[in-house]
């Protein structure tokens, strides 16, 4: 008989209003109780904090549901197992899961995803091998990147850009990205072989992307929305892709904004633009999985991660998402 496991957990206190504050949080225990057949005990090693994981902090459903108040919040996270109650798993495996945001919990194993002890750290299975690299892959092959496709990545130097557009690279594509500062240009260019990168704070962001690529853009992968987005319409071949994946400069807007003044580009471009949500994107996971750790193996591809460390600096850690604070995957150390 295991003994009593009190686990710590983060709970959404209130909804914010803007960019949330830690006064919107609120760090609790919870006792967990015995394990029932089919039932998992997990501790996690390793949780993640999304930008997406906003929009679940307001009222009401988009595509996911909302967060409730006065409960843990969920999302990725990767932990070993510690007893089992299922034949499927075994004290000592790996597994991932939506169940972040809390130290232990206890889950039926069929929402339990089990990878392996290959690659490390483990955190590696939120990121590069997880549904940031996921996204990053999903979005390639939603508008059939190619080679000889130029590519622009807004959010560049964030958790699925820079997976992207090491991938459009392996592919053959030339890839321009955008990010916030110069030393996250620099990481564009000098890690993850970036054609061209620019700092979005240097000026106009279409004055900016028209230098970069004075012939114009096959490909857009959209991680930021409002002006960004509007240079790429500007900038977008006749027949170019959009790939919508993200609007992190419009998540803490308290009143919705207009679109892009120059959406008819749409029409007069023939442009196509298609959303990109991850999680339609499971059923192919596996093959995901075979190829993206292939190239990673092979030392084709670089796995960047910015780490906190500590159940209690997990919303400082989401909060930080919006304030430029990370380079690569936000990821939350919890053991």
């Known amino acids: ?57 307001n009222e009401g459903q988009s595509y996911v549901p909302a967060f ?3 409960q843990p919040l969920s999302g990725g996270a990767v932990g070993g197992v510690i007893e089992s109650r299922d034949p499927k798993f075994l004290p000592g495996d790996v597994v991932t899961s939506g169940f972040g945001w809390r130290e232990y919990f206890v889950a039926s194993a069929k929402d339990l ?25 999903a979005g390639l092959n939603l508008v059939e990147v190619k080679a000889g496709d130029t590519l622009y990545i807004s959010g560049a130097a964030g958790a699925v850009g820079n997976v992207a557009g090491q991938l459009a690279k392996i592919r053959g594509c030339r890839v321009i990205g955008s990010a916030g500062s110069d030393e996250k ?3 564009l260019r000098d890690e993850c072989g970036f054609d061209a990168a620019f700092n979005y704070h240097d000026g106009p962001v279409l ?35 959009i790939i919508a994946c993200g609007g992190i400069s419009g998540y803490n807007a308290e009143n919705q904004r207009p679109g892009p003044a120059n959406l008819f580009n749409v029409t007069t471009k023939r442009l196509t633009m298609k959303g990109l949500i991850a999680g339609d994107w499971l059923p192919r996971q596996t093959m995901f999985e075979d190829e993206v750790g292939s190239y990673y193996r092979g030392g084709k591809l670089k796995n960047k991660e910015t780490v906190v460390h500590g159940i209690d600096k ?11 604070d990370n380079t690569g995957k936000m990821v939350v150390d919890l053991s």
Not at 5 to 14: H, K, Q, T, V, W
Not at 20 to 37: D, Y
Not at 213 to 228: Q, S
Not at 314 to 324: D, N, T, W
Request: aromatic share 8%; charged share 20%.
């Open 185 to 187: 240009v620099a990481f």
């Open 207 to 241: 004055e900016l992307l028209t230098q970069a690529a004075p012939e114009g853009i096959d490909v857009y992968f959209d991680n930021v929305g409002g002006e960004t987005l509007e240079a790429a319409l500007s900038t977008l071949r006749i027949g170019g892709r």
């Open 68 to 70: 409730e108040l006065d």
């Open 113 to 137: 995803h089990q990878v392996g002890h290959e690659f490390q750290p483990l955190s590696i299975y939120l990121g590069l091998l997880g549904m940031t690299g996921l996204t990053a892959w």
């Open 314 to 324: 997990a919303v400082g850690a989401f909060i930080g998402l919006f304030e430029g």
């Open 1 to 57: 008989m295991m003994p009593q496991i009190i686990s710590r957990e983060i709970r959404l206190l209130s909804r914010p209003k803007g960019l949330p504050t830690p006064e919107n949080f609120s760090l609790e225990q919870t006792e967990l109780g015995p394990l029932k057949e089919n039932e998992v005990l997990v501790r996690n090693r390793f949780m993640s904090v999304d930008p997406y994981m906003r929009g679940r902090m």
